[in-house]
């Protein structure tokens, strides 16, 4: 290959690139074709190379002209150090509501006569609310007293009925029962006699009061029974009065102990000093009371004998049984006392400790003036006062 026709085939490659090639005319040409294939391979390759790094170096002139326009875009302002406090606020709407809260119900219907607090006032345990009239309350007060009081009756008389007492000081004269009987209402369980000793007034006739005296001994005769009791004259009439017939009398009192089975159905006659009575004179006993059993049951703690001295208010005994035991509990329950707020004149206070809620007055707010009438469902009596 001649020269000329070598510099056709670099054309297109820079001077500075080309390199010396000397023509060789001997059989070894072929292998000078092949070595230039080769050579142009390579410089490609360095040419992509070089291609590269121009675009990377041009990436990074770019990147650092941006960094320098922001960084000339950004100012500064200078100020005196002082101390401030930073706020975070954030908004929202929403609905208050108070985490505790207690509505005032009207427990008794009428007019408010006067009020104490105002919207949004605060308010402490006790303190008085409202003023109502009274002239309702007072009507409704007076029926719950009366139910009341009929309660507190029925519930004395069911303990009554379970223990039995004496209702008069004196002496047991009579015992009707034992321990363990069965008894109903109305059973005798036994008699009390206050005073032991027996009274007779006896008539003497042709005779005069001055041959008596207090404390002379007399022979006393009772009907029906056998032998004489012993007395003594407890009193003597100053005047003297006269039978049909006209015959004047005197009148003795004579006083003897109650042997225990003598009662007012009985009659007598005496013999004092010389004189006999005239006819037979009535028997007045001691005051006297028959114990009875107000309910049915079974004789419980009967320790009473005939003689046994005994004292009002004592207890007789014990009647057991669910009769008399149900008796109790049911009025027990209704003698409970009517609560304190529906007294005449009673006021509305507050409980527990808290603060009205501040919503605004509507026509349901009660005010001075203003006729309230029961509501539906009253707080209990132990959340007022």
Do not use: H
């Amino acid at each position: 290959m001649s020269e000329k026709g070598l510099e056709r085939e670099t054309e297109g490659i820079s001077v500075g690139e080309r390199e010396p090639v000397v023509a060789d005319s001997s059989p070894k040409g072929g292998r000078l074709r092949s070595s230039w294939k080769k050579l142009g391979k390579g410089r490609k390759r360095k040419a992509l190379a070089l291609l590269l790094v121009v675009a990377i170096a041009g990436g990074v002139v770019i990147w650092r002209g941006r960094g320098q326009t922001a960084s000339a875009a950004t100012t500064y302002q200078e100020a005196a150090v002082e101390r401030r406090s930073i706020t975070n606020s954030l908004s929202s709407s929403g609905t208050l509501e108070p985490a505790d809260s207690y509505t005032v119900n009207t427990l008794v219907s009428g007019e408010i006569l006067s009020d104490t607090f105002e919207k949004g006032d605060q308010v402490e345990e006790g303190q008085l609310l409202y003023t109502i009239d009274s002239s309702n309350a007072a009507s409704s007060q007076t029926q719950a007293q009366n139910s009341y009081s009929q309660a507190q009756t029925s519930y004395e008389q069911a303990v009554k009925a379970k223990y039995p007492q004496a209702d008069l000081s004196g002496t047991v004269s009579e015992v009707y029962v034992n321990e363990g009987d069965s008894v109903s209402a109305g059973t005798q369980l036994l008699k009390i006699v206050a005073d032991e000793n027996i009274y007779i007034d006896f008539y003497f006739t042709y005779a005069d009061s001055g041959d008596f005296y207090i404390g002379q001994t007399a022979t006393v005769f009772i009907d029906g029974f056998a032998g004489t009791l012993t007395g003594t004259v407890a009193a003597v009439s100053s005047s003297s009065a006269a039978v049909s017939t006209g015959v004047p009398l005197t009148t003795v009192r004579v006083r003897l102990a109650n042997p225990g089975l003598v009662t007012s159905d009985y009659t007598a006659s005496a013999v004092i000093g010389s004189y006999s009575s005239y006819g037979q004179a009535s028997i007045k006993v001691g005051a006297s009371s028959v114990i009875t059993a107000e309910a049915s049951g079974k004789v419980a703690g009967f320790n009473w004998l005939v003689g046994d001295t005994i004292s009002s208010g004592d207890r007789i005994c014990t009647i057991t049984g669910d009769s008399v035991d149900n008796q109790i509990e049911s009025a027990s329950v209704s003698a409970t006392p009517p609560p304190a707020w529906k007294m005449p004149g009673t006021i509305w206070r507050t409980t527990p400790s808290l603060r009205p809620s501040p919503a605004p007055w509507s026509p349901r707010t009660p005010r001075r003036g203003t006729t309230l009438r029961a509501a539906p469902a009253a707080p209990s009596a132990s959340s007022m006062t």
